[in-house]
């Protein structure tokens, strides 16, 4: 009986050690998902691959090489050819777990790699190119997207936005000079990006010929850049120049400027309005500090200047998601400038940028940019009386989700008199701020009945009564601490309210210690 036990465990053992191996492969049969559109680099180059999969037949295209791929999935890898008109190769790619990247070769021999990542960001930007004027702003918003400045505002796609720009420029293989297309469409930004000029000076109404050439200004210097637009097949493209006229011109350019390049080319020294324009709205706004360093807070006092700032720049970003789109192009980035560059006006306030000596690590005074205290002071008026004109469309996709604006959109859909003003601020601050006063009462007795389930009272009741006071005091503090930023409490009632807060806290933590 025993040995015919082990025998039937052996033969079990050795049946489930067969298995096994088979195990991964039948699940290797499920075909990974392909279709999207891919950032995708390779040695020296890149594009935009979009890809359809049907079942196992994966096909893809990527206009910027005119190229396209055949392939069939196989579990988590993609197997097939690409094509580029007579030339053509075999690749092999490996998708992640996650499905968002992708890791591959295309010549093994030599062991070329080629990578991507599954981006959306290209499918929110559109292309128009109805006109001079319609190309140029679709040319600007997808280089300006897409991080050709170093300088983040999409969620991703850096490679198909440029690959959408690539597709504006109208240039042949000759002048391009033996660069790929992505490399001379980036030069070709570069250029324009040193000039200033408002695209609404682009021609755009009834236009008579195919040709057309626009004059591109440099702000503060007499260089300029003539760029010329073509028509053909009822849309227009930009014409790229021959890649000695444009090296030769961003030469000028920057020879006309007589900064540093590195100074010119890094946001964070706010060394025009262009970059104090760039620190307010790329990625870098969303963390809240660094922000903080376009705006003029002079005028506010250290204690709350933190809080302050946070909200300054939503407000200002919510105002200018109203405005429109920014295109950097439009904005003057001349460091030696000292005229203040007004961006927008209003009854109830203006967006203007103005130059501010600074001194920050004691080695010199340096001129910097930034938003000045009156824009600062009329930023909530001029958010009020704008609050109800739609989002631009560019933005739609990307509405913040603040706290203190979901708040007091939820004020004005309750009573939109809980927005009309008393004093320094509206109705429903005052309402919230009581509130929250009042929670931090009601939970420092809260806390109080907690204590006493835990601790006993007996031996010395006096002692425990001090206690009892001095969580309420921290309790209430902490409770005004947090209703600083989410209520945006102006400075003139937030200092008051942050020393009081601090003071409660300090007195009640004195006796607890």
């Known amino acids: 009986m025993l040995l015919l036990i082990r025998t039937v465990a052996l033969i079990g053992a050795l049946a489930l050690a067969g298995l096994l191996p088979a195990m991964p492969q039948a699940h290797a049969q499920?075909?990974?998902?392909?279709?999207?559109?891919?950032?995708?680099?390779?040695?020296?180059?890149?594009?935009?691959?979009?890809?359809?999969?049907?079942?196992?037949?994966?096909?893809?295209?990527?206009?910027?090489?005119?190229g396209r791929i055949e392939a069939k999935a196989e579990g988590d890898k993609l197997v097939g050819h690409w094509f580029e008109g007579d030339r053509q190769g075999a690749f092999t790619f490996v998708q992640s777990p996650d499905g968002g990247s992708f890791m591959g070769r295309f010549d093994a021999a030599t062991a070329e790699w080629w990578t991507g990542v599954r981006v959306s960001a290209v499918e929110d930007v559109r292309v128009d190119q109805s006109s001079p004027m319609s190309t140029m702003r679709s040319f600007l918003q997808t280089m300006n997207e897409s991080g050709a400045d170093n300088v983040p505002r999409a969620t991703g796609g850096g490679m198909g936005l440029a690959g959408l720009a690539a597709g504006l420029v109208d240039v042949t293989e000759a002048d391009r000079g033996g660069l790929n297309m992505p490399d001379y469409t980036k030069l070709l930004f570069t250029v324009i990006d040193n000039a200033t000029f408002r695209l609404w000076s682009l021609p755009h109404d009834i236009i008579s010929s195919d040709e057309v050439t626009a004059t591109l200004p440099q702000y503060g210097t007499r260089v300029s850049f003539a760029v010329t637009f073509r028509r053909k097949n009822g849309d227009w493209f930009i014409v790229g120049p021959p890649l000695g006229q444009l090296q030769a011109k961003l030469a000028e350019f920057q020879e006309a400027r007589g900064e540093a390049v590195d100074m010119v080319d890094d946001p964070s020294r706010l060394a025009s309005p262009r970059d104090t324009f760039k620190v307010l709205l790329s990625g870098?706004?969303?963390?809240?500090?660094?922000?903080?360093?376009?705006?003029?807070?002079?005028?506010?006092?250290?204690?709350?200047?933190?809080d302050e700032a946070f909200l300054l720049e939503r407000y200002l970003k919510k105002v200018i998601d109203r405005i429109g789109y920014v295109y950097w192009q439009e904005i003057p980035d001349d460091p030696k400038s000292n005229t203040p560059f007004v961006y927008f006006e209003h009854p109830a306030g203006n967006i203007v940028i103005g130059p501010v000596e600074t001194d920050p690590d004691g080695t010199g005074k340096r001129k910097i940019w930034q938003f000045t205290p009156e824009t600062l002071a009329h930023i909530r008026a001029l958010y009020a009386d704008v609050e109800d004109v739609p989002v631009a469309p560019e933005f739609a996709a990307f509405a913040s989700t603040d706290p203190f604006f979901i708040a007091r959109g939820l004020a004005r859909e309750i009573s939109p008199g809980l927005l009309t003003r008393a004093g320094p601020m509206e109705h429903w601050q005052w309402w919230m701020l009581g509130l929250a006063a009042l929670a931090g009462i009601v939970f420092g007795f809260i806390a109080n009945a907690l204590i006493s389930l835990f601790v006993r009272r007996t031996d010395s009741p006096a002692f425990f009564r001090i206690v009892e006071w001095?969580?309420?005091?921290?309790?209430?503090?902490?409770?005004l601490l947090l209703t600083l930023r989410p209520l945006g409490l102006p400075q003139v009632v937030a200092a008051p309210v942050k020393a009081i807060a601090w003071s409660l806290i300090v007195i009640g933590a004195v006796p607890v210690v």
């Open 284 to 306: 870098l706004t969303e963390a809240g500090d660094p922000a903080q360093a376009a705006l003029d807070l002079r005028n506010y006092s250290q204690a709350v200047r933190g």
């Open 30 to 66: 499920d075909a990974a998902n392909w279709t999207g559109v891919w950032d995708t680099k390779w040695r020296g180059g890149g594009a935009q691959i979009k890809f359809e999969q049907t079942g196992a037949d994966v096909k893809g295209v990527y206009p910027l090489y005119n």
């Open 470 to 479: 001095a969580v309420r005091s921290i309790v209430l503090g902490f409770f």
